[in-house]
């Protein structure tokens, strides 16, 4: 069974410009959260999509959006980017109860804004 | 709202010594904790996770976890270590009506010394 894929591992941009990273979850699995991590603020939760859906969003500035697709698949951009984008973003797949307590990480992709 | 705590931002110990790593949280709701470790450049791996019933919690590698709840904590701890447990560990929480948003600490770097 393949696990949490996330394209690209690593990503350099400008400022002012926007980037979309992408995560295809786990088989089967309808639920797709995404984090932010940074050395200084650690690991923060930006949003989670389930069923093509927004359920939850963490508190981050409207730079930062979302989307999923019905196959599951999920999209973030971020626009008008500023150096302290610069991070790790991790995408995190479960089945999507909300009980559902089986989160898996992918690898991450490693966003440098210059 | 929840938060976590992770007393030690660095543990450094011995190998085949014991290790314990030190996590306390709070909620106004009832919670799932987990433990995560991150070794370089790769996402989250789940060790374990505490949802009900024992306090004691065992997990992979030789991990083990015990639930307080009394003291809002969720300890870490392993009887012996091996160089192959140097990597960074989470301690993360959750809502149990909302297990995808995981609040998580700030990280223990655990370095383990030949």
């Known amino acids: 069974k393949a696990g949490v894929t996330q394209t690209p591992r690593y990503l350099i941009k400008t400022r002012g410009q926007q980037v979309t990273l992408s995560c295809s979850p786990i088989?089967?699995?309808?639920?797709v959260s995404w984090y932010q991590q940074t050395p200084g603020q650690g690991l923060q939760f930006l949003f989670e999509?389930?069923?093509?859906?927004?359920?939850n969003k963490g508190n981050f500035p409207g730079r930062f959006s979302g989307r999923q697709f019905s196959n599951s698949r999920s999209e973030m951009n971020v626009s008008t980017l500023e150096l302290g984008d610069s991070a790790l973003y991790l995408c995190?797949?479960?089945?999507?109860?909300?009980?559902?307590?089986?989160?898996?990480f992918g690898q991450g992709t490693r966003l440098t804004v210059v | 709202a929840q938060s976590v705590t992770q007393l030690d931002s660095q543990v450094p110990v011995f190998e085949e010594a014991p290790v314990e790593l030190r996590c306390n949280y709070s909620?106004?709701?009832?919670?799932?904790l987990f433990w995560y470790v991150q070794y370089p450049n790769q996402g989250l791996q789940l060790l374990l996770k505490?949802?009900?019933?024992?306090?004691l919690v065992k997990g992979i590698n030789g991990f083990e976890a015990e639930f307080n709840k009394s003291q809002t904590s969720f300890h870490l701890r392993k009887p012996s270590v091996h160089i192959s447990d140097t990597a960074e560990y989470f301690c993360?929480?959750?809502?149990?009506?909302?297990?995808?948003?995981?609040?998580f600490g700030q990280g223990t770097r655990l370095t383990i010394n030949p």
């Open positions: 995190a797949s479960s089945l999507g109860g909300l009980r559902n307590t089986e989160a898996f």
């Open positions: 088989s089967g699995h309808r639920s």
């Open positions: 999509y389930f069923s093509e859906t927004q359920r």
């Open positions: 909620s106004s709701v009832s919670v799932y």
């Open positions: 505490y949802l009900s019933g024992s306090t």
């Open positions: 993360a929480v959750a809502g149990i009506q909302g297990a995808q948003k995981l609040v």
